[in-house]
């Protein structure tokens, strides 16, 4: 199993640029999830993927950032455009689905990428 | 506000003795637990969960304590290994799905 593969590992770009980051999750893997870290806020979660369908955005900081997830195997996290506080490491992790209830209950760890870091001067 | 804290920066412990983390959440509707392992320039890899059905959970050298009443969970690593040295982070999520990490603990195991 390769696990998550994020591509690049590290981006360099300036100020106004466009950013593009990707992600492919473990096969069989039907959730998708990108996080963004920094010294100051730590993990935070930026947006998470059900079957292909975003379920939650409400942690994208602003407007600038948008992703997208064409198929189960492809996922990109766009910045347009970049501005210097969009410096950060981004991670993508995906999971199983989790089942059942109660007793039954059977919740599926994330598996995360190596990360990019990005770098925008 | 944190919904995830884990009040202990660093932590440095002698190989062969038991490194003890502690995370601590707020958060009631929080059921499902997980404990992190991050080194440097790698993503967090996934070491040992629990449901709050339970209050203890072992694999091998690791050992997760969850007590829901106080809202507090730990890791147990015994025997400490100078390879266990990275940052770890706790995780809660209260569906499943979206986790709430804590800003991490860095351990440092001394041979």
């Known amino acids: 199993d390769a696990g998550v593969i994020q591509s690049p590992r590290h981006e360099v770009t300036e100020m106004g640029q466009e950013v593009t980051l990707r992600c492919k999750p473990i096969?069989?893997?039907?959730?998708l999830f990108w996080y963004r870290q920094t010294m100051m806020r730590g993990l935070e979660l930026l947006i998470y993927?059900?079957?292909?369908?975003?379920?939650?955005d409400s942690g994208m900081p602003e407007d600038r950032f948008s992703a997208k997830m064409p198929n189960a195997s492809f996922s990109t996290l766009k910045i347009q455009p970049s501005e210097p506080r969009d410096s950060a490491v981004y991670f993508c992790?995906?999971?199983?689905?989790?089942?059942?209830?109660?007793?039954?209950?059977?919740?599926?760890?994330?598996?995360f990428g190596n990360g990019t870091r990005l770098t925008v001067t | 506000d944190q919904q995830v804290k884990q009040n202990s920066p660093s932590l440095s412990v002698q190989e062969g003795r038991i490194s003890i983390l502690n995370c601590d959440y707020t958060?009631?509707?929080?059921?499902?637990f997980l404990w992190y392992k991050k080194y440097p320039a790698e993503g967090p890899t996934f070491l040992i969960s629990i449901s709050s059905i339970k209050d203890k959970n072992e694999d091998g050298r690791f050992t997760v304590f969850l007590n829901k009443s106080a809202k507090h969970l730990s890791l147990h690593i015994v025997p400490s290994q100078p390879g266990d040295s990275a940052v770890y982070f706790c995780?809660?999520?209260?569906?499943?799905?979206?986790?709430?990490f804590g800003p991490g603990t860095r351990l440092s195991v001394l041979p």
């Open positions: 993927f059900n079957n292909n369908v975003p379920i939650d």
């Open positions: 958060n009631s509707m929080f059921d499902y």
């Open positions: 995780a809660a999520s209260g569906d499943g799905q979206n986790f709430v």
């Open positions: 096969s069989g893997h039907n959730s």
């Open positions: 992790a995906s999971s199983l689905p989790g089942s059942g209830t109660g007793l039954l209950q059977y919740n599926s760890p994330l598996h």
